[in-house]
Each structure stands twice: as structure tokens, then as C-alpha cells.
């Protein structure tokens, strides 16, 4: 179980969507995940980052009311990158079956969030609209960042799964 922490943005988009104040702690390795809306052009998305290693993935913005399915298969996708073990990869997407909403909890993650969204516009714009979001996302997971002591998500996430298996 995990929580979708959401800005007001979206959870105004989010329609009939009541958000738990105090959602319970997180069972999965990557803890919850951080959603925002980022627009580059006509081209819509949600950025979500990690809050354990924010290891960050780009969703379509369409059908909200599926987000989190589609974040659960884009987190796969990303940890099959990233060459984390099968087994790993099958617990997570187990644990993230379950979800609720929630709103941030915290600034420094949305400041993270915020450096990760200028980086996927300039990489999506020398990119074009036909930009593969796996591919840009792997790009934001390679830069170091300052709350995980300037480690880039994509090792620190690595770790963590080593550590778990």
C-alpha cells in the first residue's frame, strides 16, 4: 500500500478524489510517490517522483482516474531499466495495488520535483513530440541530487533494492 501525494493542481483534476490527511506509512520499497502536472508544448503529463529515492517517471496526462495503474506499470518499467531483480520488481508492483490519495508533505521533494520538471521540458523539447518518457525519464534519474546527498536516483534506487534482496 502506498500513497499518491498529489499537488492542489491535480487534485483539483482529480475529480470527486478526497484525499486521506494522514494516510498510513507506505509498505513498498520506494515509499510514496509525489505527483504533479507538467505541460511542454500541447504535450501533458505527470511527473511523479519517489519520496525514499525519488526515482522519477513521466505518465500521459490523460484518463486521470487510471494514474495510478499506470504509474504502478511505468515504476516497473523504470526498475526493469535500472536491472532490479525480477522478484523485487514483483513485490513492488504487488504493494503499489493498493493506494489512496493524499496531498505533499513535503517541499524539499517538491523542490526536487520541480528541478526534475525543467530538465524533462529542455530534454523533451531537443527531443520533439515523439520523445520516448522512459528514455527522458532515465535521463532525470541520472542527475545527482542534494536530499539524497547528491546521489542520482537511478544508483540510489539500485541500492536500495540490493540492500532488499
Request: aromatic fraction near 6%.
Amino acid at each position: 500500500m502506498y500513497t499518491i501525494r498529489c499537488t492542489q493542481r491535480l487534485l483539483a483534476r482529480l475529480s470527486g478524489s478526497t484525499p486521506d490527511v494522514d494516510a498510513p506509512r507506505s509498505t513498498t520499497a520506494l515509499g510514496d510517490w509525489y505527483a504533479n502536472t507538467i505541460t511542454v508544448g500541447r504535450l501533458r503529463l505527470i511527473l511523479c517522483t519517489s519520496e525514499r529515492t525519488l526515482l522519477t517517471v513521466l505518465i500521459p496526462a490523460k484518463d486521470l482516474r487510471s494514474l495510478p495503474d499506470r504509474l504502478r506499470d511505468a515504476v516497473a518499467r523504470m526498475l526493469i531499466r535500472l536491472e532490479v531483480p525480477p522478484g523485487e520488481i514483483a513485490r513492488e508492483k504487488r504493494e503499489m495495488m493498493w493506494h489512496q490519495l493524499g496531498r505533499t508533505a513535503s517541499r524539499q521533494i517538491l523542490g526536487s520535483m520541480n528541478d526534475f520538471a525543467f530538465l524533462a521540458e529542455t530534454y523533451i523539447r531537443d527531443d520533439g513530440p515523439a520523445a520516448d518518457l522512459d528514455d527522458i525519464a532515465m535521463l532525470l534519474n541520472r542527475a545527482p541530487c542534494r536530499p539524497i546527498e547528491y546521489q542520482s536516483p537511478d544508483r540510489f534506487t539500485q541500492a536500495i533494492f540490493r540492500r532488499a534482496s
